[in-house]
């Protein structure tokens, strides 16, 4: 089950006691797809993606992550992805120059290789007058742009953003929203999870999972029909009301 | 008996947080603060509910004075704060109870307001408050916040975080509240949560763009918007960045939404020139504003 560059998850599962979180879940990410990740609070969006990025063991079940096992090769998993999320994302006492230099640092980068980067990705974001400033000065939006390049920083194939926009404000997540297809065009992977549903139209294809199991998984226009409705966020109400 | 709220303003160090904010929400009304993070939002709830002195400005809640009477606001209001800020150590009976007692009132007393709420969560009643859902913390935290049988209700970002079928719920409630006499006062980054609201402001870095009922908002959107679709996206969103009648282009689902510069702008216009950057399967058609659209025009 070699797959080049992408994500490959077969019969997944992880349970916590008697409470099945993640219940035999299966896909694949093909390289260079913008895959959403969507699904109601506790249905267990979490767990998968922290056995994704190599953090959780499987019950059982077997995913590959750039071509790596995550439950044996989990280190390998780690140098090849990118990983940002809403809760965690920059030091707010740190300057975002700072901040870019200690992930930098993290990801075992050169130091002239750092220094670089820095450059370019702080002219990239038009941050020159903030860049020694601290994070915790900046707006959510910038910050999480700035947490979205960082990421970028060891050059991974595989980018997870767990609910990089919640609460950003509109035009600045619509910039964020381009980041991510620039990056997808470069043929970068990239595997988000939002609660926004207009976002989810964004994606190449889209899961939704329910209870543990992925009820559904397609491009948002094959859902739209098969549910005969009209938004992603309908198609998100029906599957999750026709389970209860 | 609502809430007004004249000229007030609040700094932090160097930050205006809120600058001259001015607005009133009538009694029994469902009002709805709109922003970003970061807006100034939770600031202003912090001053409405007490816990924080404006600046400069008044502020009445339930016709008591936001610093003369603040003893009398605090018997008066219920308070969602962002934060889940219930005793992660107490059950959720606890809890509740805790709440009920403080106000010198029992759950017995106001059951009939929270049943609708607490019924879903009864079930977990001996559970710890930290060893809940997002979804069951939040209607705790709701039942919480009512058990006093408040006059007007502040709930701060009830809703961030929350997935869509969970927000539709929690609307719902807030629907059958506010037909029991309470006001309520809202806020969200959910745009499309506004439309849910009787009447608006539109709030960012600690100004308020507008206020009005949704509909009038959305009305008064000042130019045509078209929605505009290809097969290649991304090309899509780079060529409209470059097109000269531009005035905006934002991607909003499987559209992209595009108004123009030109006053005499016609769809034809837009369907030649991307057929020259040779996109298919255009699509170029008339639409309707949305909260939305009128938020990133106000606040370009």
Redesign the interface.
């Known amino acids: 089950m070699k797959k080049e560059n992408a994500i490959y998850v077969e019969n997944l599962t992880k349970m916590f006691g008697d409470f099945t979180a993640v219940n035999n879940i299966s896909f694949e990410v093909g390289k260079g797809e913008v895959f959403g990740f969507l699904g109601a609070n506790g249905a267990g969006k979490t767990t998968a993606m922290k056995m994704l990025i190599g953090i959780l063991k499987p019950t059982s079940g077997h995913a590959q992550v750039a071509s790596f096992d995550v439950a044996s090769q989990a280190d390998e998993v780690k140098k090849s992805i990118g990983y940002m999320s809403q809760r965690f994302s920059l030091y707010n006492d740190l300057t975002i120059k700072e901040n870019i230099t200690f992930f930098g640092g993290i990801y075992g980068l050169k130091k002239s290789v750092i220094k670089e980067k820095t450059q370019e990705l702080i002219d990239e974001l038009g941050l020159k007058d903030e860049a020694n400033k601290l994070v915790k000065s900046l707006p959510l939006g910038w910050k999480q742009k700035v947490a979205f390049s960082v990421s970028l920083l060891h050059n991974p194939r595989i980018i997870f953003l767990d609910e990089p926009t919640g609460g950003v404000d509109p035009i600045t997540r619509r910039q964020f929203w381009e980041m991510i297809y620039r990056e997808a065009h470069k043929g970068k992977t990239i595997f988000v999870t939002t609660h926004y549903m207009d976002e989810a139209e964004y994606c190449d294809r889209v899961s939704i999972m329910v209870e543990g199991k992925i009820e559904a998984l397609d491009t948002p226009k094959n859902l739209k029909t098969q549910y005969k409705v009209d938004s992603m966020n309908q198609v998100f109400l029906k599957l999750a009301r026709n389970i209860e | 008996m609502g809430i007004k709220v004249i000229n007030i303003s609040k700094t932090y160090d160097k930050i205006k947080a809120l600058e001259n904010i001015s607005f009133e929400v009538k009694p029994g009304e469902l009002f709805g603060l709109i922003?970003?993070?970061?807006?100034g939002k939770t600031t202003l709830f912090r001053i409405l509910t007490t816990l924080l002195i404006a600046d400069t400005g008044e502020a009445t809640v339930a016709g008591y004075d936001v610093v003369q009477e603040y003893k009398s606001i605090r018997n008066h209001v219920g308070y969602m704060p962002g934060r889940f800020s219930l005793y992660q150590d107490l059950t959720v009976e606890e809890n509740l109870n805790f709440f009920a007692t403080i106000f010198g009132t029992t759950i017995e007393e106001n059951y009939d307001l929270i049943k609708d709420i607490y019924v879903q969560i009864e079930p977990f009643k001996n559970r710890r408050a930290g060893k809940l859902?997002?979804?069951m913390k939040q209607k705790l935290a709701l039942s919480c916040a009512l058990i006093h049988k408040p006059k007007v209700l502040f709930l701060d970002?009830p809703t961030?975080?929350?997935?869509?079928?969970?927000?539709?719920e929690f609307w719902e409630m807030l629907k059958r509240l506010q037909k029991k006499n309470i006001t309520i006062l809202v806020s969200t980054?959910?745009?499309?949560e506004a439309e849910l609201c009787d009447r608006i402001a539109l709030i960012?870095d600690g100004k308020i763009l507008e206020i009005d009922t949704p509909e009038a908002i959305k009305s008064s959107f000042p130019k045509k918007i078209y929605r505009v679709k290809s097969s290649g996206?991304?090309q899509l969103?780079q060529d409209l960045g470059a097109y000269d009648k531009t005035h905006s282009a934002?991607?909003?689902?499987?559209y992209i939404h595009f108004t123009s510069t030109s006053t005499d702008f016609k769809a034809k216009d837009l369907v030649d020139f991307l057929k020259e950057k040779n996109h298919s399967n255009i699509e170029v058609m008339e639409t309707d504003p949305t909260i939305?659209d009128t938020?990133?025009e106000l606040?370009?």
């Open positions: 922003g970003p993070d970061g807006a859902s997002g979804g970002e961030t975080g929350v997935d869509p079928v969970s927000r539709k980054p959910y745009m499309d960012t996206t991304f969103i934002y991607p909003f689902g499987e939305e938020f990133m606040s370009k």
